[in-house]
């Protein structure tokens, strides 16, 4: 009897173990949907006054909403360096915003978080945007293209090289260009002309460039783009199946390795722009056809998480959606509703949009869902980042992190699994728009934002979030001694070369 009682007693710390922070858990599928350009108030569930996202509120619904989630850059390239090398990317030269044929910017051989999981046993894939440079640069389009994906941890992938509104216009699987046709060679450059295509199909309403994009654009489908490009004409992708082909990808994905462990990163394209909705979902939002691609976007998710429910994977996936950066109403490219545009607010009533050091460049929506996990319902106001993805990934799958690997990546796992912490499990994060300077200091409620120059009291702004999220009244004024600690802070965390402990 005794012996018995002990058993018992074995068994019910070890399933106590099973859910605490240092032990590894079963280990679930790990579904990340990264999209792009969604604020904080463009979904339902945030506070979205006009779009309707019924499939992200039901992961809202059945998982937990986080209110102080973000992305570490307020643009695209930053972000997906530090969400996949756990390293904040202003540190590394040359991780501003890509060009399309950009050299790869994570060496090989970097511990990324596909990396990271399939050394745990997990199958690993990518669908959708990539942006983060391929080859040796610049890009060679026209034979196998490596580094990239597969050597940064991917098993497989399917991606757009960069933009929707930047040059290639192709997919890419794996090393080479979908549908490549050697007798119509890719020619791509950034730099001089190599010439344009103002023809194209009518998408029904023309798009046009407004202003000056800093480059002088090609035009595709009948779509100005940055960069030029000639050939590959039977590559191009057709703008309006975009979201179509990346999601029949996804679940494709889903359905072959049902077996698991997995990991997706789904990075969709939407709502990037040019933003060229399919028919189905033009006129849907009264937004424009900016609305129209998040009822697109919103449907993308839908699939996934039905092919999940129709595999009876749902039980054991992590799913997480997020955005890489906040939301923007844009006018370089004309789609002709423009006007309807700004009836969805982007980002609520946080100041800023995509781009910006303020709140509304960086704070995104995030939403995670885990059934018997994490808490359903459930609203969390941890501080959480896209950067901490690395080190969370070997917590969860119970996998030491070299002290090398992800220097900025904190374990954020209790808060996603709303566990009781006595202190929160990331204390400070340094945020960036699109290269090494200026930057942003978040250390609790504060922020502290460099305006440049000499790194005097009147090159900073400093805001209390905690009764000023909209960030109206700047304190650096009137708080100098704060501004200090601040700024010094900062400037260590820049000397050191990593913030995690």
Aim: include cysteine.
């Amino acid at each position: 009897m005794k012996r018995s009682l002990l058993f018992c007693g074995a068994l019910s710390l070890l399933a106590l173990s099973a859910f605490s922070a240092e032990a590894p858990r079963t280990r679930p599928n790990i579904l990340y949907i990264l999209s792009d350009d969604v604020g904080y108030g463009d979904v339902g569930c945030y506070g979205a006054t006009h779009v309707r996202t019924p499939h992200l509120d039901r992961l809202a619904k059945e998982g937990t909403r986080f209110t102080d989630a973000h992305s570490t850059g307020s643009v695209c390239t930053p972000t997906r360096f530090a969400l996949l090398t756990g390293r904040y990317a202003w540190r590394q030269p040359g991780t501003g915003i890509a060009a399309g044929n950009a050299a790869a910017l994570i060496k090989p051989g970097t511990l990324t978080v596909p990396a990271l999981l399939r050394q745990a046993g997990y199958s690993t894939g990518l669908v959708g945007k990539w942006h983060l440079g391929l080859g040796d640069g610049p890009t060679d389009f026209n034979g196998e293209i490596r580094p990239g994906p597969l050597e940064l941890g991917f098993d497989s992938a399917f991606f757009i090289p960069a933009t929707g509104d930047r040059v290639p216009c192709v997919f890419v699987e794996n090393h080479r260009v979908v549908g490549y046709d050697a007798a119509d060679p890719i020619r791509v450059s950034y730099g001089p002309r190599i010439g344009d295509e103002p023809t194209g199909r009518d998408l029904g309403t023309t798009l046009k460039i407004k202003g000056d994009s800093g480059h002088s654009d090609s035009v595709i489908n009948g779509i100005p783009r940055i960069g030029f490009m000639t050939g590959g004409k039977a590559a191009r992708w057709v703008d309006e199946d975009i979201a179509d082909t990346l999601t029949a990808r996804a679940v494709k994905f889903i359905e072959e390795h049902r077996d698991g462990p997995f990991f997706l990163l789904l990075a969709t394209h939407d709502i990037h722009e040019p933003m060229v909705p399919h028919p189905r979902f033009r006129g849907t939002s009264e937004c424009g056809w900016r609305g129209d691609v998040i009822h697109q976007l919103d449907w993308t998710v839908g699939q996934v998480l039905a092919t999940l429910d129709r595999l009876k994977l749902t039980e054991n996936t992590l799913v997480i959606f997020t955005s890489d950066n906040g939301g923007a109403i844009k006018s370089t490219y004309d789609d002709g509703t423009n006007a309807l545009h700004g009836r969805q607010s982007p980002n609520g009533a946080l100041r800023g949009i995509k781009g910006s050091l303020y709140e509304g460049g960086h704070r995104v929506p995030f939403l995670a869902r885990w059934p018997g996990h994490i808490a359903a319902g459930a609203t969390s106001a941890q501080l959480i980042a896209h950067v901490d993805t690395l080190a969370t990934c070997a917590a969860l799958t119970g996998q030491p992190l070299p002290a090398e690997a992800g220097p900025d990546s904190f374990n954020v796992l209790p808060a996603l699994l709303g566990e009781k912490m006595a202190t929160p499990p990331r204390d400070q994060l340094v945020l960036q728009n699109n290269g090494p300077a200026p930057l942003a200091l978040r250390q609790g409620g504060w922020v502290l934002l460099e305006k440049g120059g000499r790194r005097t009291a009147a090159d900073y702004e400093l805001y209390n979030l905690t009764d000023d999220l909209a960030q109206k009244n700047d304190r650096a004024a009137q708080e100098p001694a704060r501004v200090q600690e601040l700024s010094a802070l900062l400037k260590k965390l820049r000397e050191d070369g990593r913030s995690r402990p």
